[in-house]
């Protein structure tokens, strides 16, 4: 078994030259065509392509109106800012998120306070949320965990019965769906990210949907030094325009050369949703009598985005363990990843606040035992084959 695990692998797997880059997008023609035109009309900063990108995303999510930012990171501590939340605020969060999440909620100066996840669905647990309420509790933060909508209505009903701000982190939920709403357009702000494993992508890129056009204009200032609105159009052909700095802002404006990528994405975003389910469905199918855990099937009258397919490995049920397994897929050439060891399971929280993982046993569970397996819509039928042979192989089976 351990030498199956560190790499002696049964087949003949993909050459190293080959190896299957986890998360590695889908990129076409269109795209670089259009980053070079890009690069050769004289233009290549944040004007004409990033605005309708924003309008092209906004209709996509059904709404009037989109802030493009440099990543979900920014949109996210944008948003908290644009919510007016101050020194002390407390956000709730949960612990089965990329630290981007907690640390924007420390950028805008106010607390971050974990409640745990629901072992199933791996989404913050409403009943958990409802225990971490307390005076200082301003907002809640809740992450749409690899494309999986959370309990909206359930996290609404808190929101109003305390008066909190809800802000979406949408980085793996472009597609999702609840009960035929949009993620995103829930609560007052829905945050999006166009990072290059994302599910359609601008290299590094995010997004902010927020409800309120008051909201949305201040981000779109903050964006960009706190330079009064449409700066950016200072260098255009109707002649230069003096621009009023009326806040310290941010560098955190999205250029016209990942926007023209962007926008070639979101032509095709329901073709790889389309293609991303099909692997998913073929993982479930060959996975199921594994002794592994397999993410649990998308609730009804909701869309998953499909972002990450994520498998638990307990060591204690495989003989392998999860770190093993990481080992012995990438040594049968494909890339894994590892979404995500929870928050208090880091040094700095830890130092910080004083979390630790068995405080948040649910999330510390899935930390230690999840890996994620490709599910770009890149990948080949071959490719997807591939991966199926060697998680079976990795397991010794
Ligand atoms: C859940 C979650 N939130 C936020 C982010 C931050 O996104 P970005 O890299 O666009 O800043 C990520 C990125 O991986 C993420 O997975």
């Given at each position: 078994?351990?030498?199956?695990?560190?790499?002696?692998?049964?087949?003949?797997?993909?050459?190293?030259?080959?190896?299957?880059?986890?998360?590695?997008?889908?990129?076409?023609?269109?795209?670089?065509?259009?980053?070079?035109?890009?690069?050769?009309?004289?233009?290549?900063?944040?004007?004409?392509?990033?605005?309708?990108?924003?309008?092209?995303?906004?209709?996509?999510?059904?709404?009037?109106?989109?802030?493009?930012?440099?990543?979900?990171?920014?949109?996210?501590?944008?948003?908290?800012?644009?919510?007016?939340?101050?020194?002390?605020?407390?956000?709730?969060?949960?612990?089965?998120?990329?630290?981007?999440?907690?640390?924007?909620?420390?950028?805008?100066?106010?607390?971050?306070?974990?409640?745990?996840?629901?072992?199933?669905?791996?989404?913050?647990?409403?009943?958990?949320?409802?225990?971490?309420?307390?005076?200082?509790?301003?907002?809640?933060?809740?992450?749409?965990?690899?494309?999986?909508?959370?309990?909206?209505?359930?996290?609404?009903?808190?929101?109003?019965?305390?008066?909190?701000?809800?802000?979406?982190?949408?980085?793996?939920?472009?597609?999702?769906?609840?009960?035929?709403?949009?993620?995103?357009?829930?609560?007052?702000?829905?945050?999006?990210?166009?990072?290059?494993?994302?599910?359609?992508?601008?290299?590094?890129?995010?997004?902010?949907?927020?409800?309120?056009?008051?909201?949305?204009?201040?981000?779109?200032?903050?964006?960009?030094?706190?330079?009064?609105?449409?700066?950016?159009?200072?260098?255009?052909?109707?002649?230069?325009?003096?621009?009023?700095?009326?806040?310290?802002?941010?560098?955190?404006?999205?250029?016209?050369?990942?926007?023209?990528?962007?926008?070639?994405?979101?032509?095709?975003?329901?073709?790889?949703?389309?293609?991303r389910?099909q692997i998913w469905?073929q993982?479930?199918?060959?996975?199921?009598?594994?002794?592994?855990?397999?993410?649990?099937?998308?609730?009804?009258?909701?869309?998953?985005?499909?972002?990450?397919?994520?498998?638990?490995?307990?060591?204690?049920?495989?003989?392998?363990?999860?770190?093993?397994?990481?080992?012995?897929?990438?040594?049968?050439?494909?890339?894994?990843?590892?979404?995500?060891?929870?928050?208090?399971?880091?040094?700095?929280?830890?130092?910080?606040?004083?979390?630790?993982?068995?405080?948040?046993?649910?999330?510390?569970?899935?930390?230690?035992?999840?890996?994620?397996?490709?599910l770009?819509?890149?990948l080949?039928?071959?490719?997807v084959?591939?991966?199926?042979?060697?998680?079976?192989?990795?397991?010794?089976?």
């Open positions: 078994m351990t030498q199956l695990v560190d790499g002696a692998a049964k087949t003949a797997f993909r050459r190293r030259s080959d190896f299957l880059v986890f998360g590695s997008p889908a990129i076409e023609d269109a795209e670089i065509a259009e980053v070079v035109a890009c690069l050769k009309g004289g233009w290549i900063g944040t004007g004409p392509k990033a605005a309708q990108f924003e309008r092209e995303f906004a209709a996509y999510k059904g709404v009037s109106q989109a802030v493009a930012v440099s990543s979900c990171t920014a949109a996210l501590h944008l948003s908290i800012l644009a919510a007016g939340l101050m020194q002390g605020d407390e956000v709730i969060t949960t612990p089965m998120t990329f630290c981007a999440t907690v640390n924007a909620i420390l950028h805008a100066g106010a607390t971050p306070v974990l409640a745990d996840v629901d072992p199933r669905t791996m989404n913050i647990d409403p009943q958990s949320v409802e225990r971490k309420i307390t005076k200082k509790t301003k907002a809640l933060l809740p992450v749409h965990f690899a494309g999986r909508p959370c309990e909206m209505d359930e996290l609404a009903a808190i929101a109003r019965k305390h008066g909190l701000k809800i802000i979406e982190d949408c980085a793996h939920a472009i597609e999702t769906e609840y009960c035929g709403r949009k993620a995103g357009t829930f609560g007052d702000f829905g945050c999006f990210s166009f990072y290059v494993t994302k599910n359609i992508i601008t290299g590094e890129g995010g997004m902010v949907v927020a409800a309120g056009e008051r909201e949305s204009a201040r981000i779109k200032v903050l964006a960009l030094h706190g330079m009064s609105k449409d700066a950016w159009k200072r260098f255009g052909d109707e002649g230069y325009k003096h621009y009023e700095v009326v806040e310290c802002g941010f560098k955190y404006n999205m250029m016209d050369l990942q926007a023209v990528i962007g926008l070639q994405q979101l032509k095709r975003i329901d073709a790889y949703w389309k293609r389910e469905q993982y479930d199918e060959a996975f199921a009598k594994l002794p592994i855990g397999l993410p649990a099937a998308p609730a009804a009258d909701t869309q998953h985005a499909y972002h990450l397919y994520t498998i638990l490995v307990d060591g204690a049920r495989t003989g392998v363990s999860r770190d093993q397994f990481l080992t012995g897929m990438t040594a049968r050439n494909i890339g894994v990843g590892v979404h995500y060891r929870s928050v208090p399971e880091h040094q700095y929280y830890q130092e910080r606040f004083g979390w630790r993982p068995s405080d948040f046993p649910h999330a510390a569970k899935i930390g230690q035992q999840t890996i994620s397996l490709p770009s819509a890149k080949t039928d071959a490719d084959q591939d991966v199926i042979a060697a998680v079976r192989d990795t397991l010794g089976l």
